[in-house]
């Protein structure tokens, strides 16, 4: 959802919102825009043009919200909140699901990024030859079912492996950590 059409008024008013003074209600602004910003790298890992369109898209829902006359007690919690939503609907971008579909890899919000042309493929596939032949099936598995039976596989992963489920996150999370570390060596940021 892109919000279109914010008028000078009711940014105005938004920024009043953040502080009373215009000259901190402009830092403020800032500082939002910024932590906002690092958000988007930080939890999705994105480029950075990325990240700063969706903090103005998260700063035009909050102002659209505010123009539909909605009651915020909070700007901050509120600004969060509509972040975190502008964040999940982000991952549910096509380019995952034509890149999952082409290499039948387990595509993670952490790999998006590196996988946009032929030589972070390439890296990318050498990473995962990297893994034994079950963590690879561990992460297959792990990421392979459809969102709404994805807890349900996940539980019977981790009673196959005999282990809780939180040890299989860990374990996820480690041979994840392991391929992109391989892809920095082959690739430098």
């Given at each position: 959802?892109?919000v279109?059409?914010i008028?000078q008024?009711e940014f105005?008013?938004f920024?009043?919102?953040?502080?009373?003074?215009?000259?901190?209600a402009?830092e403020?602004?800032?500082?939002?825009?910024?932590?906002?910003r690092?958000?988007?790298?930080?939890?999705d890992?994105?480029?950075?043009?990325?990240a700063?369109?969706?903090a103005?898209?998260t700063?035009?829902?909050?102002?659209?919200?505010?123009r539909?006359g909605?009651?915020?007690?909070?700007?901050?919690?509120?600004i969060?909140g509509?972040?975190r939503n502008?964040?999940r609907e982000a991952?549910?971008?096509p380019?995952?699901?034509?890149?999952?579909e082409a290499?039948?890899?387990?595509?993670t919000p952490?790999?998006?990024?590196?996988?946009?042309?032929?030589?972070?493929?390439?890296?990318l596939e050498?990473?995962?030859e990297?893994?034994?032949e079950?963590?690879?099936?561990?992460?297959?598995?792990?990421?392979?079912?459809?969102?709404a039976?994805?807890i349900?596989q996940?539980?019977?992963l981790?009673?196959k492996?005999?282990?809780s489920?939180?040890?299989l996150r860990q374990r996820?999370?480690?041979?994840?950590?392991e391929?992109?570390k391989?892809?920095?060596?082959v690739?430098?940021?």
């Amino acid at each position: 959802m892109k919000v279109e059409n914010i008028q000078q008024g009711e940014f105005t008013h938004f920024l009043s919102l953040l502080d009373p003074s215009p000259d901190k209600a402009a830092e403020k602004y800032i500082s939002l825009h910024d932590r906002l910003r690092s958000f988007f790298l930080f939890r999705d890992r994105r480029e950075l043009l990325g990240a700063e369109d969706l903090a103005d898209e998260t700063i035009d829902r909050v102002i659209s919200k505010i123009r539909e006359g909605t009651d915020i007690h909070s700007i901050g919690g509120y600004i969060l909140g509509i972040a975190r939503n502008v964040a999940r609907e982000a991952l549910r971008l096509p380019r995952k699901a034509a890149l999952n579909e082409a290499y039948n890899l387990p595509v993670t919000p952490e790999l998006i990024e590196y996988v946009q042309d032929q030589s972070q493929r390439n890296a990318l596939e050498r990473a995962l030859e990297l893994l034994q032949e079950e963590d690879k099936e561990v992460l297959l598995d792990y990421y392979g079912a459809r969102p709404a039976e994805r807890i349900k596989q996940r539980r019977r992963l981790a009673r196959k492996l005999g282990i809780s489920t939180n040890n299989l996150r860990q374990r996820v999370h480690r041979l994840r950590k392991e391929i992109e570390k391989s892809m920095r060596e082959v690739i430098p940021e």
